[in-house]
């Protein structure tokens, strides 16, 4: 990764307007993007927070033309303020009303907004389906119309947006309405809550109650209303878990926070700016930086074909910098009081899988290790492989059939490897899993001319140190 320091006379500035700007986290996501990409790019940027007065809103634009600036995002209180000073806004921005991301443009800059993609590419990173079902706001303010718009173009089937004011409710229900040219939306009180009919909702927790140091408490309070919901998003995300997340998994619900929103604005908002599509690798390791940064531990999550060295490695990173790891096979077998094989002879393959995935999720609920590392065909499941991107950091630790072959040919303790050619079977079960790998993991690692301690080398590097 190179290091930002490295400003030459073609480095091209980013940055964010707002004010005030000092808590923002933006510049770390921008420039850990940065970091990852620019060995692969023509343009190399830097990104900078600038306080701008909202008197001056003008003339930070106009100065920031003038001095080449490539393109910046407006966060509170600009982001309606700098509306009229741009060349033009698209039709996201014009639907929500409010501009996040100004991109340089002839004589000035262009408007956008990528709070509703944020929010729209983190219901497809955790698999939420939108489509045809019931969802609940719950509140209208600043966050609001984003949410609103995403569910609008994920085409929920009914939206109720609750909130105090039941007026500011109604206000962005007539909007959605009004773009969709059919009633998808209605406004209602906090207290309106119970009467809804439908179960198995998708709610979107868009107030500020919540938010660190008010940990204990919710904008819903009636634990009622918990057990109709599905799913519950948060868009905050300190603390990691909310009062509203904690009591929507008490009542048998998913429940996810707001960093992922917060991390796909600012991925969206580069991609405009620099022209590219920010690749997955530096999407993850944005996303560590941004966790560490908001006090949010998650694991690194290694998978691989068996003999990929899953488990030296997790080692030899432990031994180096004392990090606490598990490997999923050792904790089912220690669960059942039997070994993979006779799990495999004894109950079937279809159950051992059961167990993978209800061990992830135990783990999703409660972990406290650093590294994890998993059965091979942990992320043949699709479901395994949403589960584990929850989880943690997902590395895939790629070998080549050759490199597999001479590490497991001389085990006897892996039963998908017993009978048959070893060879044959390692190249057809790679083939048809490597997609799969590959679908699930944020970032992939070569290791098949490696040593376990230089991947455990690289991986340190990328996800253990600022
Ligand atoms: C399996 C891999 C094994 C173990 C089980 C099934 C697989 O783990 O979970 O034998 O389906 O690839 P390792 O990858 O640690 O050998």
Known sequence: MKSINKIQGKTRLLGLIGDPVEHTLSPLVHNTIEGVMNEASDVQSVYVPFRVDPACVREALEGAYALNILGMNATVPHKLEVIPYLKGIDETAKQIGAVNTLVRCDGGFFGYNTDAEGFMRELDFYGIEVEGKCAVMLGAGGASKAVAYGLAVKKAAKVYIANRTIAKAEEIAAAMNEMLGASVFTAITYEQLSDIKENELIVVQCTSVGLAPDSEKTIVPDCKFYDKIAVGVDIIYKPENTLFMRLCREHGA???????????????????????????????????????????????????????????????????????????????????????????????????????????????????????????????????RKLLATLGTVVYLKADADTIYNRVSGSDNRPLLKEGNLMEKIERMLGERGPLYMDGAGIVIDTSDYSAKEIADELLGKMFQA
Not at 272 to 299: C, D, H, N, Y
């Open 254 to 384: 998913l429940a996810y926070n707001g960093i992922r929103m917060l991390l796909y604005q600012g991925v969206a908002a580069n991609e405009k700016f620099l022209g590219r599509t920010v690749s997955k690798e530096a999407v993850e390791i944005a996303a560590r930086k941004l966790e560490a940064a908001s006090g949010i531990k998650r694991p690194v999550v290694l998978t691989g074909y068996m003999g990929s060295g899953k488990s030296t490695v997790a080692e030899c990173m432990c031994r180096k910098m004392g990090l606490k790891a598990i490997d999923t096979d050792v904790v089912i077998e220690e669960k059942a009081g039997m070994t993979i094989n006779e799990i495999f002879a004894q109950r079937g393959e279809a159950a051992f899988r059961d167990m993978e995935t209800a061990l992830i999720k135990e783990l999703i609920e409660k972990c406290e290790y650093d590294i994890i590392s998993t059965g091979g065909g942990m992320p043949v499941r699709a479901e395994n």
